[in-house]
């Protein structure tokens, strides 16, 4: 089964990603975690989760706000 992106966002960072989906608690049903996926060094694409707090929080760097992942159209 191939995996489908559901959403392209931008990292602060330049890298593209694309989300997979949002794991749910299996009990109480809360979204607790992004899954997506971009490509390493070699052009493979690898899956990654990170907390969708995390994921949705703005930042600071080099003294300016942004958000960690912005969604792109």
Same mark, same amino acid.
């Given at each position: ?6 959403? &392209?966002?931008? $990292? ?5 990603v694309?989300v997979l989906?949002?794991?749910? $608690?299996? @009990?109480? $049903?809360?979204?607790l975690?992004?899954v997506?996926t $971009?490509?390493? =060094?070699?052009?493979?694409?690898? !899956?990654?989760?990170?907390? &969708?707090?995390?994921?949705? @929080?703005?930042? =600071?760097?080099?003294?300016? !706000?942004?958000?960690?992942? =912005?969604?792109l159209?």
């Open positions: 089964m191939k995996n489908k992106i559901i959403g &392209k966002y931008k $990292h602060f960072k330049g890298q593209i694309g989906g949002v794991a749910k $608690h299996s @009990e109480n $049903h809360n979204d975690y992004v997506y $971009h490509p390493d =060094e070699n052009g493979k694409d690898q !899956m990654w989760i990170r907390p &969708k707090k995390m994921f949705l @929080e703005t930042i =600071e760097r080099d003294k300016k !706000m942004m958000r960690r992942f =912005e969604k159209d």
